[in-house]
Nanobody, 128 residues
């Protein structure tokens, strides 16, 4: 069984930055993609970013492109989500999720049903 643990959430002022971490443990051969999702109160879970484990550039939602950066450290089985220029509308619980996907393309990346494993989530609040 694969376990995912997120960390790094918190309270930040508009324009500030946070870095989230997602560390995998256990059956780490069971995934080759990590996705970041968020869910605000009363809203559906939405995809933020995705990154393949071994190659390629990350994929971003339009709402975060240019502000968020996803990176990986395979030696640590950890993926990072660097969030800059945060806005109040970024307030949400952020989740990382893992999937094993064959093939290329990102058309599936923000469908939660494609992911088999989820972390517990970390709260990000952007407020003055």
């Amino acid at each position: 069984q694969l376990q995912l643990v997120e960390s790094g959430g918190g309270l930040v002022q508009p324009g500030g930055s946070l870095r989230l971490s997602c560390t995998a443990s256990g059956a780490t051969s069971d995934y080759n993609v990590i996705g970041w999702f968020r869910q605000a109160p009363g809203k559906e879970r939405e995809g933020v970013s995705a990154i393949r484990r071994y190659y390629g550039n990350p994929y971003y939602a339009d709402s975060v492109t240019g502000r968020f950066t996803t990176s990986r450290d395979n030696a640590k089985n950890t993926v990072y989500l660097q969030m800059d220029n945060l806005k109040p509308e970024d307030t949400a619980v952020y989740y990382c999720a893992a999937a094993f996907i064959e093939g290329t393309g990102w058309g599936w990346a923000f469908r939660p049903s494609e992911y088999d494993y989820w972390g517990q989530g970390t709260q990000v609040t952007v407020s003055s």
